[in-house]
C-alpha cells in the first residue's frame, strides 16, 4: 500500500501560481511513475503531468504545457506540481497518484493508488 496526501491547493487570482506538494508514504516511492489528475465539477478527471521513476522524463497535457512543471524528490518522498500563470479554467480539485507501470501513463487505470485531492479555485 502507498499512501498520499495533497497539500498546497487554494484561491488563487487569474495569473497566479500555487506549488501542490504529494507526500508518499508506505512503499519504496521511487517504485512508482506519478502523476497528476484533475476533476472539475460536472467534468470527467482529466490527466494533468506525469513524471517517471527517476524524474528523467516528464509528460503533460497541452493545455498546461509551458506553465505546469512536475517534479519529484525521491529522498522527501514527494511529488510536486508548480502551477503559473494559472486561468479559471484550471480550477478543479486535483490528485496525485501513482503508476504502478511506471512509465508515467496519462491513462487514469494504470494508476493504482490515489490521494484524496486537494482543491485549487481561479478567479478571473
Known amino acids: 500500500q502507498v499512501q498520499l496526501v495533497e497539500s498546497g491547493g487554494g484561491l488563487v487570482q487569474a495569473g497566479g501560481s500555487l506549488r501542490l506538494s504529494c507526500a508518499a508514504s508506505?512503499?519504496?516511492?521511487?517504485?512508482?511513475?506519478m502523476g497528476w489528475f484533475r476533476q472539475a465539477p460536472g467534468k470527467e478527471r482529466e490527466f494533468v503531468a506525469a513524471?517517471?521513476?527517476?524524474?528523467?522524463?516528464?509528460y503533460y497535457t497541452d493545455s498546461v504545457k509551458g506553465r505546469f512543471t512536475i517534479s519529484r524528490d525521491n529522498v522527501k518522498n514527494t511529488v510536486y506540481l508548480q502551477m503559473n500563470s494559472l486561468k479559471p479554467e484550471d480550477t478543479a480539485v486535483y490528485y496525485c497518484a501513482a503508476d504502478g507501470t511506471g512509465v508515467g501513463a496519462q491513462n487514469p487505470e494504470a494508476y493504482i493508488y490515489w490521494g484524496q485531492g486537494t482543491q485549487v479555485t481561479v478567479s478571473s
Open positions: 513524471i517517471t521513476r527517476s524524474g528523467g522524463n516528464t
Open positions: 508506505g512503499r519504496p516511492f521511487n517504485r512508482y511513475a
